[in-house]
């Protein structure tokens, strides 16, 4: 199938954050006294910074007085970090370069801040390359729900079904098959395995490169 469009999610997907996410909360959460339990850390991964910060709350109260304060202190921890600890996920680059090239609309969907987001994209010099980027902070709903990818569809001009969307965790893949895209899963093994996604969807690659291999081989966004 030719797409339209490209849409990417960014952290655990084009770029290698999901670990240093971890360790920012880590850091947060040991500092109150408390341990950073793992059913805990493992319904965050694909979900909104704030919906997930009402839920750190909830289990570590003296984190913050608000959702909103958690949040904005795992923000700033993020926003603070040296710049070499973000890099760009292997192949990632090359993908979103060679997609660039060839002029196919395209886009971030990310579940994180706007504010990490450029920090993030610009950190790899990626604003000229991935123009449009778009940010659950804004939606009505985070994912799984749909909502960024339906506005990220709407912005690009494009249909949602002939969108291609790259994810790697559970709930971002969600997300794209319920506003209706095929979705390209390459799971964040820092934090998933290939046989997580089994159940719910059919594409499942173990990297950035044999997408783009796939993309080559059989004229995918030509």
């Known amino acids: ?3 339209q469009a490209i849409i990417f999610d960014m952290d655990g997907l084009l770029v290698d954050s999901e670990p240093i996410w971890h360790e920012v909360e ?3 959460i040991e500092s109150c006294g408390y341990t950073y339990l793992d059913e805990i ?4 991964i694909g979900m909104r910074v704030d919906e997930f910060a009402a ?14 304060a958690i949040e904005a202190a795992i923000t700033k921890g993020m926003l603070n970090l040296p710049p070499g600890r973000i890099k760009a996920m292997p192949g990632a680059d090359e993908l979103v370069r060679y997609v660039a090239g060839r002029g196919i609309p395209r886009a971030i969907a990310s579940s994180s801040s706007q504010a990490i987001i450029e920090h993030f994209v ?4 990626w604003e000229e390359l991935i123009p449009q980027r778009y940010s ?6 985070g994912k799984p729900a749909p909502d960024i990818y339906l506005h990220a569809a709407e912005r690009l001009g494009c249909a949602p ?21 095929t979705c390209y899963t390459v799971p964040d093994l820092s934090h998933s395995s290939i046989d997580d996604f089994a159940p719910i969807n059919d594409n499942v690659y173990r990297s950035l490169h044999e997408v783009l291999d796939r993309f080559r081989r059989e004229g995918i966004f030509a």
């Open 41 to 44: 850390r493992d319904v965050s």
């Open 26 to 28: 880590v850091e947060l």
């Open 122 to 125: 610009g950190l790899m010099r």
């Open 136 to 141: 659950a902070e804004y939606m009505a709903r």
């Open 161 to 181: 079904e002939t969108c291609l969307a790259l994810e790697d965790s559970r709930f971002g893949t969600m997300a794209a098959l319920a506003a209706g895209m």
């Open 1 to 3: 199938m030719e797409f």
């Open 55 to 68: 839920i750190l709350q909830q289990h570590y109260p003296k984190l913050g007085d608000s959702p909103a």
